[in-house]
């Protein structure tokens, strides 16, 4: 059945007066709310609609009514007004982004952090690969006559490295040598065909140098294994403490802890445009009585990143979709992926 436009309207004040004050709304607020335009009686009429609709529920201990998971569904496909950034929104996404790009994990932490003390919800950021990273550059250090560093260069331009203990000794000009085949043969391709291709080279090499070649090759599957991983970082759990949803220590203890010790457990959807996941769309059963808002940005070199808001489904839709797409969009031209331009563009006038 579609809803009457004054229906809508009724729902739309009853949300967005239960995310302002948590608290159950009744016919007369919402009455004062629309200006005396409807009386009090065919508003609880509406009301009782809109409850045995599926919109609406009324708690046992208050007249007022709150809204389900199918009103704030509706709410956000069809009521919601799409928020702008204001100035002052926009200069704080922009100072939170201001940082040297030294490191990806820094950023993205700093990020996560960021976005959780706007919001004033939890946060986290998720990263992965569109594809399997592989190997950009190896080389090879010499410290004594029995060990080297294997230095590495994904195609992220991540630079890792480690002291390989070898067990047969490798003079010098062997491993120049073994550096040009890594180089040659080892570089650019997927970790199945590194192993491959490891394979194939046995035959046509020394022991030594097979044995040093396959130390190297190991570490660098275990390091392009680990780096294809997606990995994700949590902000902002105590943040939930703070919500009336939460007084309740063993509701607050269990959400906590699934974000603590599951967290790769969150929804992580395809790339596109923002996602909000209300109460039982959210698969996890931890996540039963919450919102997920879900925003992807482009880090660039093939990889994306997922940054999302935690919080109860008595959420601000329209600001958290806002400020978390200001933030992704932000993102994404730092890491230098769109239009050259600055970060977020300032609007004229607060708004």
Avoid: W
């Avoid at 967005?16 to 508003?43: F, L, N």
């Avoid at 509706?74 to 200069?91: F, G, H, K, W």
């Avoid at 990995?231 to 007084?247: D, H, S, V, Y």
């Amino acid at each position: 059945m579609d809803l009457t436009d004054r229906k809508k309207q009724i729902l739309k004040v009853v949300v967005e007066d239960y995310i302002r004050t948590a608290e159950p709304v009744g016919s007369k607020a919402i009455a004062a709310e629309m200006g005396g335009s409807v009386s009090s009686a065919t508003i609880r009429n509406e009301l009782s609609d809109l409850v045995e609709l599926g919109y609406l529920e009324q708690p046992h201990t208050s007249a007022g009514r709150v809204p389900s998971p199918k009103g704030y569904r509706l709410y956000v496909n069809e009521l919601m007004e799409r928020q702008r950034l204001s100035l002052a929104e926009t200069e704080k996404i922009n100072q939170s982004l201001q940082m040297k790009m030294e490191e990806l994990d820094r950023v993205i932490s700093q990020a996560g952090r960021a976005v959780s003390s706007f919001v004033n919800y939890p946060a986290y950021v998720a990263t992965a690969g569109k594809g399997s990273i592989t190997a950009s550059r190896f080389d090879l250090l010499p410290v004594d006559e029995k060990s080297c560093i294997v230095v590495m260069m994904m195609g992220d331009n991540r630079v890792k490295s480690q002291l390989l203990r070898m067990q047969l000794k490798v003079d010098r000009d062997q491993m120049a040598a073994l550096v040009e085949l890594l180089n040659r043969h080892f570089t650019g391709i997927s970790i199945k065909e590194m192993n491959q291709k490891l394979m194939a080279i046995s035959q046509g090499i020394t022991p030594q140098l097979f044995l040093l070649l396959s130390q190297t090759v190991n570490y660098a599957v275990d390091v392009l294994e680990e780096s294809n991983h997606r990995e994700f970082i949590m902000a902002g759990t105590n943040q939930l403490l703070k919500l009336p949803e939460f007084r309740d220590a063993d509701k607050a203890h269990e959400l906590m802890s699934f974000l603590a010790d599951d967290k790769e457990k969150l929804p992580v959807p395809d790339e596109g445009p923002i996602k909000i996941l209300i109460g039982p769309e959210n698969v996890n059963d931890a996540l039963k009585d919450t919102s997920v808002v879900v925003a992807s940005y482009d880090i660039g070199d093939d990889m994306r990143g997922l940054i999302g808001v935690v919080g109860p489904t008595r959420m601000d839709y329209a600001t958290v979709a806002a400020r978390l797409t200001g933030f992704a969009d932000g993102l994404t031209r730092l890491f230098g992926k769109q239009e050259k331009q600055e970060l977020p563009p300032k609007e004229d006038t607060d708004t």
